[in-house]
């Protein structure tokens, strides 16, 4: 079932203006079918421009693009005990989705001002193709994804686990979570299920800092 | 919507309850709430048919984890 959580402003960078945006606990047929029908395309239509001119998934910031997100979408509805799943809705659209965890192996934190403390894991993020730098030359709103950034510290907040929240990120997303979000860079996983990908974590002495600096 | 219960529990096991909510920073309702993820967790592999492994530090020992 779907709930409204929030309304949240994002940055419309066509028009300048900022709009309202909803941010919405589950989904429903109509974002799996915007993610198809509108998200899916235009991934593919980039995916194969790209191949054509030797340019990497990474160079285009679409590494996800070939994820099956309606089974992985389903596979978390199966699971409300572990999983959340949440969508950014704004201008009659899917903006950006995702899915955390909240009890399995991945919850528990790396970092050293806390090992093993519980945590919220991201298991993933996206944002829609038409938000993203580089997949599109004029990229429409700005925001999306550190507003569901925002959204799984909360419930880590919520969950009484201060905030403290993990990724694994793709190598397109690392300078965003480093930079932009200001997460803790673990390093690369060099073994197990996320074997290859760069692991980050938000500790709980950021998140004060996370939550207060306007962006 | 959320729903309120009581637990009975021994001196044994409420100081132990007590003990991890201290060290984990967790209310009681928090704590609770995570040990049956885990729980549920754990179980939901043994009836898929997976085996689950605890590993010593050094990794000199490896027993196979048993739930009732």
């Known amino acids: 079932m779907k709930q409204l959580v929030d309304q949240v402003l994002l940055k419309n960078r066509v028009t300048g203006e900022f709009e309202v945006a909803e941010l919405c606990h589950g989904i429903d047929e109509t974002n799996l079918s915007h993610i198809e029908g509108r998200w899916r395309p235009m991934f593919e239509l980039r995916r194969a421009q790209a191949k054509a001119s030797g340019e990497s998934m990474s160079d285009i910031n679409a590494e996800d693009g070939h994820w099956n997100w309606g089974s992985k979408v389903l596979a978390a509805i199966s699971d409300p005990f572990l999983y959340d799943i949440f969508a950014l809705e704004c201008g009659g659209n899917t903006q950006a989705l995702l899915l955390t965890c909240k009890g399995s192996t991945d919850c528990f934190s790396r970092h050293p001002e806390h090992p093993k403390a519980d945590m919220v894991y991201v298991e993933f993020l996206a944002t829609a193709p038409w938000n993203r730098p580089r997949l599109v030359a004029e990229p429409i709103y700005k925001g999306a994804g550190r507003v569901l950034i925002g959204t799984a510290v909360s419930l880590s907040l919520g969950e009484e686990f201060g905030g403290r929240i993990g990724l694994h990120s793709l190598l397109g997303s690392e300078k965003f979570y480093r930079d932009a979000i200001g997460m803790t860079d673990l390093g690369v996983d060099v073994d197990g299920p996320h074997k290859g990908l760069r692991y980050f974590e938000l500790p709980e002495s950021q998140v004060t800092d996370f939550l207060t600096i306007q962006h | ?68």
């Open chain 2, 1 to 68: 919507m959320k729903r309120t219960m009581t637990l009975n529990l021994t001196e044994a096991e409420m100081n132990a309850v007590e003990q991890m909510c201290e060290q984990k920073g967790l209310s009681k309702t928090a704590l609770v709430r995570q040990s049956l993820r885990l729980y549920k967790s754990v179980d939901d592999r043994f009836s898929r048919g997976d085996r689950v492994f605890v590993e010593s530090a050094d990794k000199s020992e490896k027993a196979e984890l048993m739930v009732l």
